[in-house]
């Protein structure tokens, strides 16, 4: 179904008053990096973010647990996200976050994402960039020119992908664990460049690989998500994300995507990038919430 059905689906749930206290776990592509209005420096995590326009639809409080930098292994595990020098005050007001003293040092650190969960109906998971390097390729294979390093970057990363399922499949599962009536999101990144770009390193076609990279990526969480679904329920993939993302990756004339400002935020999504994956997101629920 299209996103414009799923935007009309959700219209229906928002009038028959349906209950949602949705969570967001993840990376920079979850947490909101790139469309400014930060809670805080260490995660990104923006007031404009996706999940935060799920909150507003359906005028219920959202609770967003993704943090930039964030691994697989961090929702499961504990994180340290700072470590500075001690003065004469170590504490943080950053949500989740706990600060001690050890040593010289005061470290910030993060509880596993997962925790995060309790009492959740919905679970958005947008995870696994930071492990195979997505950023990382995007700036090796689109800024600098060396076609041995772009294709080398490309291939790890595409051998990485599938121990990064393997790792998504046991964090999801630890999530049903804790929430075991939440419907579990997942969802995939954009698109970053646009297929009608002409990038090319020497015989590289770096428009067609990195492409191929990221739909083969989003075929391999669509399986997941399916066999989650048949083993433990409720386990969408996240099909509005992709279309509505078309023709504004980098090299349109419409890029969602930032090359300029923050450097934490570069290579995001713009303002107006969050608001459409925000839109992604209630499409998305109008077509699974009743499920």
Do not use: K
């Not at 990096?33 to 007031?47: H, P, W």
């Not at 967003?64 to 003065?87: F, K, M, P, Q, Y």
């Not at 460049?193 to 428009?207: A, C, K, P, Q």
């Amino acid at each position: 179904m299209s996103v414009v059905a799923g935007l009309f689906a959700a219209g229906l749930l928002l009038v028959q008053g349906i209950n949602l206290n949705p969570v967001m776990l993840g990376d920079s592509y979850a947490s909101g990096t790139g469309a400014g209005d930060y809670s805080d420096d260490l995660c990104g995590r923006s007031s404009q973010a996706a999940i935060e326009d799920v909150g507003r639809f359906f005028g219920v409080d959202v609770t967003n647990a993704a943090c930039s930098g964030a691994l697989v292994e961090d929702l499961e595990g504990t994180r340290i996200i700072d470590e500075r020098r001690l003065g004469s005050d170590c504490s943080t007001d950053m949500v989740g976050a706990t600060a001690a003293a050890t040593g010289n040092a005061c470290v910030i650190t993060l509880p596993p994402q997962v925790e995060s969960v309790s009492g959740a109906t919905d679970v958005f998971v947008t995870i696994g960039g930071n492990n195979v390097g997505f950023v990382q390729i995007a700036g090796i294979c689109l800024i600098q020119n060396s076609e041995t390093r772009c294709a080398n970057a490309l291939e790890e990363a595409a051998e990485t992908v599938g121990d990064v399922i393997d790792q998504q499949r046991d964090a999801l599962l630890e999530i049903r664990t804790i929430a075991p009536d939440a419907r579990i999101h997942i969802v995939p990144y954009p698109r970053i460049l646009d297929v009608g770009i002409d990038r090319t390193i020497g015989s590289l076609d770096v428009t067609a690989e990195v492409n191929d990279l990221q739909e083969d990526w989003e075929n391999d969480l669509r399986q997941l998500a399916d066999e989650l679904d048949d083993e433990i329920g409720g386990v969408f993939y996240v099909e509005t994300l992709t279309p509505i993302w078309e023709g504004h990756g980098l090299g349109s004339d419409d890029s969602w995507i930032l090359t300029s400002g923050r450097i934490s935020g570069l290579l995001h999504p713009s303002e107006e990038g969050w608001r459409a994956t925000g839109t992604a997101y209630i499409a998305h629920l109008g077509l699974t919430a009743s499920n």
